[in-house]
């Protein structure tokens, strides 16, 4: 895995309609981390400190002991790991990369620093994260569908 430093986009599912200056604030911190194909990224139930941007590959996110692919994670933008921005922050799945991965990691540290001290754009990423756990939930509602 090589790491240097990255600033998240505004093109993000989670920071759509946050300020440039809020992005930068966060981007900072922000680091570029490169995963080989079949490298995993975390596992479940692992302590959740990082929430990742994805900038190109894809990312199989695996749910159940048999490693069953509930979402794979392939857009530009997306984030993966957002487990690390809610309470207990423990990751709920393990996320493996498919092919070749970038994403840029972003501490919850940095993410809630900046929150406090810039609350207005705090409230839209939270609704940005809220929206993108409610789609993932309605994938695994139809996948669950889909199966029985």
Known sequence: M???EASPTQESDLFKG???RV???IGRSGVELVFEPDAIIFTTDDEGSTIYELV???VEI???EREHIQYTVTKPGEIFGWSALVEPYVYTATARAATSVRAIGIS???IEATVTRHPAEGLIIYKNLAG???QRLKG???HIYRQG
Do not use: F, K
């Open 62 to 64: 695996m749910v159940l």
């Open 132 to 134: 993108i756990i409610g």
């Open 108 to 110: 919850r540290d940095i």
């Open 23 to 25: 992005i930068a604030e």
């Open 140 to 142: 695994a509602y139809q």
């Open 2 to 4: 090589a790491i240097m």
């Open 18 to 20: 946050v300020s440039n």
């Open 56 to 58: 190109e590959g894809t």
